[in-house]
């Protein structure tokens, strides 16, 4: 429970709709000047290796049942392991706060280098934390990066200008460079109702200098839809230098539960309302034909037929990007280009259920530079075991996505460890990483339900014929002595 406010927030809000709810974290960051799928800002100790940032929020940490953690591994020329790890919670010296009951520390994620120091900056979501006496006010912590990576010290407390019972400050995050108010990147905060903005003004970061907060121009009420947000991605779509940012989530009133998302433009000026997209509410971002155009990736696991497109098992949506920004299938502002499991050359097949998109990441698996698309399907049953999850990978070309070549993979594959069973959830969290540095980026599957509830992450290497389960490996908040019961690690890992 936090019983005071950080002098840094300034006090605000950008109402996004009338009504708003948010879930399931899927950020992107971005690095100053554009966010390209080569570009990730996630290398906490400055080494030029990427790094991942991985959420338990069921952990029981000091005693405190769903106080929650995150943990941050480091990259390096033989990739990503176990041993070179650091578990943060609000016990680590530096941290504000102390580990509550219900917390969910790690709940939502995101990195970029706010401070622009050379070091990124890992931003963790507490969307459970207690304000005073106000229940589930949500929070956000910013641990800074330094030459010894993520430590904890003077680590920043944001919370929401007027904390409200359940509003869950937190819910949601991404960082990214939208504007030229600032050499460092920006961050964007999301609840149950508004967007936040906040930058700092100094740069490199002095720990005094306030976090001042912005916002982006609000459109009429009349030119946007009511949207209810579940995750935030950005990407530069029109290749103006400054990172977008979309909203992505479905939407509420005459027409609920159909995804969509606000797209907002970054300027120089600051993030402007540009339009809303069909698709939601998971996305993810990268440029997939390689045009120098990050296109937008959106998920639709569990969403209405819209449009004659049929999503009984999950849908998964395309846009490219252009001088105009993500543009839809036809070219144009319409829908973007649909796909399925029962598209032609994708395996399987669409069932009620499958939850097909409720996780993606975009990344060049192979290393021929057009970045491919990860999919999660944390619903799919595998035989006539419910819910056990699987992954699918679509690769890039230079006509966009393509199901040539798509593979999936389960717990039942041949060399993937594990047994699918009941409730896994397999797929429920995708990252593709390359945490090697050699431009092909394997592949991290979480199971947030293994072990009833443990969690798990699956670690699949890329080869140059892509992602392959050849020494693919597991572990858990137990290999990196962390507590593991009930923790649901990889609940979020940052994208």
């Known amino acids: ?121 890992a931003v963790v979501g507490i969307p459970g934390e207690d304000v005073g006496t106000v229940a589930d006010a949500g929070g956000v912590t910013v641990l800074w990066g330094s030459p010894r990576g993520l430590t904890g010290a003077d680590a920043d407390w944001l919370e929401a200008a007027e904390p409200t019972a359940g509003k869950r400050f937190g819910s949601a995050l991404a960082a990214a460079h939208f504007s030229a108010d600032t ?25 005094s200098a306030p976090l001042r907060r912005t916002a982006p121009d609000r459109p009429a009420a009349s030119a946007q839809r009511r949207i209810l947000p579940r995750s935030l991605t950005t990407g530069d779509y029109d290749d103006n230098g400054y990172a977008d940012l979309v909203v992505s989530g479905v939407t509420t009133g005459d027409e609920p539960g159909h995804g969509w998302s606000a797209l907002l433009s970054g300027r120089a000026a600051g993030l402007v309302y540009a339009r809303d997209l069909r698709g939601g509410p998971v996305a993810a971002s990268g440029d997939i034909d390689h045009d120098g155009y990050d296109d ?49 050359g994708v395996p399987g097949t669409a069932e009620r259920g499958d939850g097909w998109g409720t996780d993606l990441s975009v990344g060049d698996t192979d290393g021929d530079g057009y970045a491919d698309v990860a999919i999660g399907a944390a619903g799919e049953d595998i035989g006539s075991v419910r819910d056990a999850g699987a992954v699918w990978v679509l690769r890039g070309t230079a006509d966009g996505l393509t199901a040539t070549g798509a593979r999936s993979w389960d717990q039942s594959s041949a060399q993937v460890p594990g047994t699918a069973e009941k409730g ?42 892509g992602i392959t389960a050849t020494g693919s490996w597991t572990y858990g908040g137990g290999s990196l002595n962390a507590p593991s019961s009930d923790a649901g690690y990889g609940a979020a890992i940052d994208e």
């Open 296 to 344: 937008l990736v959106t998920g639709e696991p569990n969403g209405p037929d819209d449009g004659g497109e049929t999503t009984t098992g999950g849908l998964v949506g395309v846009y490219r990007g252009s001088p105009d920004g993500p543009l839809g299938a036809d070219g144009a502002d319409g829908p973007p280009q649909w796909w399925t499991q029962d598209t032609p």
């Open 1 to 121: 429970m936090r019983t005071y406010r950080s002098a840094a927030v300034v006090a605000a809000s950008f109402l996004l709709t009338a009504g708003v709810g948010l879930a399931a974290p899927a950020a992107y960051a971005g690095t100053p000047g554009g966010t390209h799928a080569s570009d990730r800002n996630s290398d906490f100790n400055g080494d030029g290796y990427e790094d991942v940032l991985v959420g338990a929020p069921g952990a029981t940490v000091g005693g405190k049942k769903g106080a929650g953690y995150a943990t941050a591994q480091y990259g390096g020329p033989t990739g990503m392991g176990t041993r070179r790890a650091v578990v943060l919670t609000q016990s680590t010296t530096g941290v504000p706060g102390a580990p509550e009951a219900g917390d969910g520390f790690g709940r939502a994620l995101a990195t970029g280098d706010l401070d622009a120091d050379g070091y990124d900056d």
């Open 183 to 207: 050499p460092g990147d920006e961050l964007a905060v999301a609840d149950r109702e508004d967007l936040e903005l906040y930058l700092y003004d100094s740069a490199p970061q002095q720990r």
């Open 424 to 465: 896994d959830r397999w797929g429920g969290q995708v990252r593709l990483t390359d945490p090697n540095r050699d431009g092909r980026h394997g592949l991290l599957a979480s199971a947030p339900g293994e072990n009833t509830g443990d969690g798990v992450v699956w670690v699949l290497s890329a080869g140059p014929g």
